[in-house]
């Protein structure tokens, strides 16, 4: 069973730097995973940011990018404003059509 | 306005079955893949099951294979998951979302408000 990780928290300051990583149990996360992240506030449904490691859709704040960094899909979000305190959920897609999420990273501003 | 719609969700006895609805609109159904994804109470999200665009080659988790299916009517603009065999860990908020496609790859870019399903006595 392919297990995808991300860190369970992080804490951020307004106006502060913070990156989130995606990692996979299969090995190195490359372009051919798609890595897509989202946003999802308590009581609302996931919100697209970033779909092909490092692509943005037209409502995507600039603040936020994505990469791969060190083996690992990464999500980086600059100059952090207090409602970007959310969970962030990545997705890797697999062959055979497996796709799987990671269990989220709960971004605390602070 | 472009949009996913889930129904369906109710308060069912272990062991029992449903049928979740994903209604679009606002646009063109038919050429995308769809996915169903659920989040139990204070969980993360999981992946349930897909589809392809024309109802062909429909994949599934292993916690639901066998008990759930997925379909589509297309000229009803509709995606459906049949539920069987419910057991109390399928108690979730389900979710349908789109799957695109472009030169750099697949992506899920449109989610619904999802429905909530709870499986107890």
């Known amino acids: 069973q392919i297990v995808v990780t991300q860190e369970p928290s992080l804490t951020v300051s307004p106006g502060g730097t913070v990156t989130l990583t995606c990692a996979s149990s299969?090995?190195?996360?490359?372009?051919?995973?798609?890595p897509n992240w989202f946003q999802q506030k308590p009581g609302q449904a996931p919100r697209s940011l970033i779909y092909?490691?490092?692509n943005k859709h037209s409502w995507t704040p600039a603040r936020f990018s994505g990469s791969l960094l060190g083996g690992k899909a990464a999500l980086t979000v600059s100059g952090v404003q207090p409602e970007d305190e959310a969970d962030y959920y990545c997705?890797?897609?697999?062959?055979?059509?497996?796709?799987?999420f990671g269990g989220g990273t709960k971004l605390t501003v602070l | 306005e472009v949009q996913l719609v889930e129904s369906g969700g109710d308060l069912v006895q272990p062991g029992g079955s449903l049928r979740l609805s994903c209604a679009a609109s606002?646009?063109?159904?038919?050429?995308?893949?769809m996915h169903w994804v659920r989040q139990a109470p204070g969980k993360g999200l999981e992946y349930v099951s897909s589809?392809?665009?024309?109802?062909?080659?429909?994949s599934y988790a292993h916690s639901v294979r066998g008990r759930f299916t997925i379909s589509r009517d297309n000229s009803r603009n509709t995606l459906f998951l049949q539920m069987g065999s419910l057991r109390a860990e399928d108690t979730a908020v389900y979710y349908c979302?789109?799957?695109?496609?472009?030169?750099?790859?697949?992506?899920?870019?449109?989610w619904g408000q999802g429905t909530m399903v709870t499986v107890s006595p």
């Open positions: 589809i392809s665009d024309d109802g062909d080659s429909p």
């Open positions: 606002g646009f063109t159904f038919s050429p995308y893949a």
């Open positions: 979302a789109r799957e695109d496609s472009d030169s750099s790859g697949y992506y899920i870019d449109l």
């Open positions: 997705l890797l897609y697999y062959s055979g059509g497996n796709v799987v």
């Open positions: 299969t090995g190195a996360v490359t372009s051919v995973h798609y």
């Open positions: 092909s490691t490092r």
